[in-house]
């Protein structure tokens, strides 16, 4: 069973600066996706990637196949950004679509 | 296009009941799965299904029961609800052939005392 470490747990960052947010896995993935939770409670999906790096608006995910690891960056952050951010990793074997989650970063970010 | 729906939104149960949860999506997705969402924990997967007619076990599945009849519907049983199945579940959808992007549904809010 793949195990998925998200680091920090919790986060507090002021409005404007640049934020990280990592997950490493245990196991080979076809497929990382990285989710956001908002306070209402509400799941989406902002990237899923298996190589290299993708950016959406403010947001780059970025991840190493080698060192079994991957990053989301906000460049810029503000207070709506504030969320649950989600690592979620989905196996070779079995149904690719089963997903192993990460427990989640808790981000808040203060004007 | 909806997405993905789910009813009920909260739902209080005694211990003993049974109850549905209902999950639908328009999107014309084979694969559906329920999560279950615990405080410190991530989702955890109940049940999952990669098309109408066919169902199989996650991680937790004990306690509960699916069907998939139809592409659009997934409901999740509750056979006889415990205080351990208190939990916020989410039921979510990706598209087949490779796509892997998943949609969630709002959640539903389950006590049970």
């Known amino acids: 069973k793949n195990e998925v470490e998200q680091s920090p747990q919790n986060l507090t960052a002021q409005e404007g600066e640049f934020i990280t947010i990592n997950c490493s896995y245990s196991?080979?993935?076809?497929?990382l996706h990285w989710l956001q939770q908002h306070p209402g409670g509400g799941i989406v999906s902002l990237f899923m990637?298996?190589?290299g790096k993708k950016k959406h608006g403010r947001l780059i995910a970025t991840i190493n196949i080698q060192e079994k690891h991957s990053s989301l960056h906000i460049t810029a952050s503000h207070p709506r950004d504030s969320a649950v951010y989600i690592c979620a990793v989905g196996a070779f074997s079995g149904s690719a679509r089963q997903l192993t989650f990460g427990s989640g970063t808790q981000l808040t970010v203060l004007p | 296009n909806a997405g993905v729906t789910q009813t009920p939104k909260f739902q209080v149960l005694k211990t003993g009941q049974s109850m549905t949860l209902q999950c639908a999506q328009d999107m014309n997705h084979e694969y559906m799965s329920w999560y279950r969402q615990d405080p410190g924990m991530g989702l955890r997967l109940i049940h999952y299904s990669v098309g109408a007619g066919i169902t199989d076990q996650g991680e937790v599945p004990n306690g509960y029961n699916v069907s998939r009849s139809t592409t659009e519907d997934f409901p999740l049983r509750l056979l006889s609800a415990a205080p351990s199945q208190t939990s916020v579940y989410f039921c979510a959808s990706s598209p087949g052939q490779g796509h892997y992007e998943q949609y969630f549904g709002p959640g539903t809010r389950l006590t049970v005392t």
């Open positions: 990637l298996s190589s």
């Open positions: 196991v080979g993935i076809s497929a």
